[in-house]
């Protein structure tokens, strides 16, 4: 039996000498793949086909295996077939559109999955005939349009969007996809903000709406106008932003709920006696067991919408009750298939609930926090693949934030403060922090402390320098915005600069390694920088003057690295070699911590000398450096507050070039899987005559 019977849907056996029987639709396709006109001797033919149950399956593997002899001998009944899946959409017999909607599924994927190597306009012949291919499209696109922005049920608008995201999704190259050029023509930019700025309609698509949006947003974004881009660049109803919002943050919430789950379950148990017992030495085991799957989707859209519109900014500190998803009520499980691509949605427009008790000490959260906690999760392990997409990606969007100023203002605002319980990388020198002690502080202290933690556990063998970078440059895009409006945060200061001169001493130990691979000098230069905007501008920016006797007490305690690092790039900025400039611009950039460091410890060798002391306690060495400022000489080095703004294009075009292909791979797949149930929907058109 061929392939293509096999896949036929098989009635019943009479008897061993008989061949099986087919179902009638199969029978049909049958007719369609043959040379004649299939409504030449049935008038009804089109009519009756859409009456029948779609055979995704074998009208797919049908496409597929037609030999390139015989697509010019069907194409003129794909070409029908088209056009009348299209006119059934304007049906008023739902269960025509249904079938519809399915058989065009199946026709984009049956005939790219055919066409891999063929050109975009061989795939736009063969489906709809070049002459008409433009009107065809607009007739689709507007059908579509009004299908989502009507009164239709909810399944037919969840079949649309999966239809749209099957068409967006055919190609690898989201780019290479030509039929696109006909969606960027007959924009449903509308219909997808409709959907999510109505709490029902958005409780119950918005997932599919945002993928899509996030999706069309990318094609041929640096070749050519992309209206998706310019509309969402312009939109300004608080509604719809607050919308897009709302959805972004309930999938995040999910992840982070699921890896709660998986972690607590992980803490309970024989597991976690036993690696108590021993010291923690199964702690990678551990950590590989709290995986959960990473969702760069929803991510893209979030990244989208801060980096194109400046007003998507005041949703990310929209401020609500935060809420165990898990623990409310949920409303009964609609009969459309929804569940979101890569992801289990939550069960309950939370934010949208007027039943929601407002309890004036339940703590608040909003979309920045919900982000930060996903952040500090799929940041932890950046050896997998997706985790080191997402966790660039969340450094981005962070970068992105960090340079925006309404942003800085209600990151830093002091009557805004929240209790951010990010997640840490299990590590044996150091306990794991109870959530009750978490203080209460400004949005931008958590943005630091997920800094700083990636900082410390990040410094290994496969080192991440592209992370560490963006990293060190959101924190002193921060640090600029403190000095440029003299806001002194109450932070613990210390624990980055100890995080900063670690990472130093990495660096240094491991140089041969590293410059195998990295220009370490840069990073460097970037983290002696940092040190630079403290002693030139921490009186304007560190809460006390007791912070700024701290610094210089941090780097004189530790100028052993600052010397070894002194040393390390003498040697290479005198020796001829690739590194020879960068590392003469860090010999420059130490000028002021080397003063210190020389100006310093004489001072504090003599004082030890004159009191008999042979090791100084810290309060002591804090006095001699407080009655020694008045003899030390720094220079003012230039251009410490200032920095380049970020910019997609060029530097980052390969990488989102990538991460959509990744993401269009997994929506395929998705939409192919779980999401065209057509007994479900079937089942819910049954009694519609």
Not at 304 to 319: D, K, P, W, Y
Not at 440 to 463: G, I, N, Q
Not at 532 to 541: E, K
Request: negative net charge.
């Amino acid at each position: 039996m061929s392939q293509v019977e096999k896949k036929a849907g098989l009635l019943r056996r009479t008897s061993s000498s008989k061949k099986p029987l087919k179902e009638k639709v199969v029978l049909m396709y049958d007719e369609i793949f043959a040379k004649d006109d299939p409504a030449k001797n049935n008038p009804r033919f089109w009519d009756e086909l859409f009456l029948m149950k779609v055979n995704l399956e074998y009208l797919e593997t049908k496409l597929e295996s037609v030999d390139g002899d015989d697509v010019q001998r069907i194409q003129d009944n794909i070409n029908s077939l088209f056009h009348h899946c299209v006119q059934a959409l304007g049906e008023e017999h739902q269960i025509k559109v249904v079938n519809a909607l399915q058989t065009l599924c199946a026709l984009f994927r049956g005939v790219h999955q055919k066409n891999k190597s063929a050109s975009g306009f061989d795939i736009i012949n063969m489906l709809m005939g070049f002459d008409k291919a433009e009107q065809r499209m607009k007739d689709l696109m507007e059908r579509l349009d009004s299908l989502l922005c009507g009164d239709s049920s909810e399944s037919l608008k969840s079949l649309c969007l999966k239809l749209l995201l099957c068409l967006v999704t055919v190609t690898d190259n989201i780019s290479q996809n030509t039929i696109l050029e006909y969606v960027m023509i007959n924009s449903i930019f509308e219909a997808i903000l409709q959907i999510l700025s109505e709490p029902s309609s958005r409780g119950q698509h918005g997932y599919d709406a945002v993928v899509l949006l996030a999706l069309l947003v990318n094609y041929r974004k640096y070749e050519s106008v992309n209206p998706y881009i310019v509309k969402l660049s312009i939109v300004d109803d608080e509604h719809t932003l607050d919308g897009m919002g709302m959805v972004v943050h309930q999938a995040l919430t999910e992840y982070n709920r699921q890896y709660k789950d998986k972690e607590e379950e992980n803490q309970g148990g024989f597991f976690s006696t036993l690696t108590s017992m021993v010291g923690s030495m199964f702690i990678a085991d551990a950590d590989e067991k709290l995986s959960v799957q990473t969702n760069e989707a929803i991510l893209l859209a979030l990244y989208e919408a801060v980096h194109l519109n400046r007003n998507f900014i005041t949703v990310l500190a929209q401020s609500h009750p935060e809420i165990d998803i898990a623990a409310t009520p949920t409303t009964p499980t609609p009969t459309t298939p929804t569940t979101p691509l890569g992801t289990t949605p939550p069960s309950l427009d939370v934010m949208n609930n007027p039943e929601l008790p407002l309890d004036p000490n339940l703590q608040t959260s909003n979309l920045l926090i919900t982000f930060l906690k996903y952040a500090s999760i799929v940041m932890q392990d950046t050896k997998d693949e997706h985790r080191l997409n997402s966790g660039r990606l969340c450094l981005i969007i962070l970068t992105c934030i960090a340079e925006d100023q309404y942003a800085d203002a209600f990151l830093h605002d002091d009557n805004m403060n929240f209790r951010v319980s990010l997640h840490r990388m299990p590590m044996r020198h150091r306990k794991k922090p109870v959530d009750k002690n978490i203080p209460s502080r400004p949005l931008v202290c958590a943005v630091l402390d997920l800094m700083v933690e990636f900082v410390v556990t990040h410094m290994m063998k496969e080192f991440p320098m592209d992370l560490y970078l963006r990293c060190v440059q959101i924190i002193h895009k921060l640090l600029c915005y403190q000095k440029k409006c003299r806001v002194r945060l109450h932070y613990t200061w210390r624990e980055l600069w100890s995080a900063l001169i670690n990472l130093l001493k990495f660096l240094l130990s491991n140089e041969t390694t590293l410059l195998a691979k990295h220009n370490i000098f840069h990073l460097v230069l970037l983290v002696v920088n940092l040190f630079n905007m403290f002693i030139t501008y921490g009186d304007t920016f560190l809460p006390t003057s007791n912070s700024y006797d701290e610094l210089y007490y941090e780097i004189v305690r530790m100028h052993q690295v600052f010397d070894n690092l002194y040393c390390m790039v003498l040697r290479v900025s005198t020796n001829t070699g690739q590194w020879k400039e960068a590392a003469s611009k860090v010999t420059h950039a130490l000028v002021n911590v080397r003063a210190i460091i020389n100006h310093f410890n004489p001072k504090i060798e003599s004082y030890a000398a004159v009191n008999h002391i042979s090791q100084l306690s810290e309060e002591q060495v804090l006095e001699v450096v407080r009655s020694n400022y008045d003899t030390l000489t720094l220079k003012l080095l230039d251009g410490l507050d200032q920095f380049e703004r970020y910019s997609e294009q060029p530097k980052e075009a390969a990488f989102f070039k990538e991460l959509v292909r990744s993401i269009s791979l997994n929506v395929r797949k998705n939409v192919s899987l779980n999401t065209l149930s057509q007994d479900v929907l079937l089942k819910e058109f049954s009694t519609i005559s």
